[in-house]
Structure formats: C-alpha cells, structure tokens
C-alpha cells in the first residue's frame, strides 16, 4: 500500500480529492440512470394497464384526444 500511494505521489495522510470527486460524480449518475429506467418502466406498465382497460390502442387514442381536446 505504501508503494501504490508512493507512485501516485500521496503521502500516507493524503487523499486524492479527484478521485473522491470522480466517484461521487459516478455514484450520482448511476443514481440518475437508475431512476430513470424505474420511470420508463413504470410510464410502459401504465400505457399497457391503460390499452387493456380501454379494449385496445385505438381507443386509447381515441380517449386520449377526447381528453385533450375536450370533444
């Protein structure tokens, strides 16, 4: 341990702030990818629970522009 922090010119009582910073900026991105993907999940779980109540996707649309549209 004591070479590797050597080699990367640390001292034992040093830390590398780029590499913390370079890891909480990873952590926050798989964070973000994470909720991400939940939420297109949850959009496509609720377009299909949507084409199965409405009998199909042509009246889903066709419900979906009578709400939009007001007609």
């Not at 010119?9 to 780029?18: F, K, M, R, S, Y």
């Not at 590499?19 to 993907?37: D, H, K, N």
Request: hydrophobic share 50%.
């Amino acid at each position: 341990m004591k070479n590797t922090l050597q080699k990367q010119g640390l001292g034992l009582g040093e830390i590398d702030q780029a590499a913390i910073g370079e890891g909480i900026s990873q952590a926050g991105v798989a964070v973000i990818l994470t909720l991400a993907t939940l939420i297109g999940v949850w959009g496509i779980a609720c377009l299909i629970g949507g084409m199965s109540s409405m009998g199909g996707v042509m009246e889903l649309g066709r419900g979906w522009l009578t709400a939009v549209t007001g007609m």
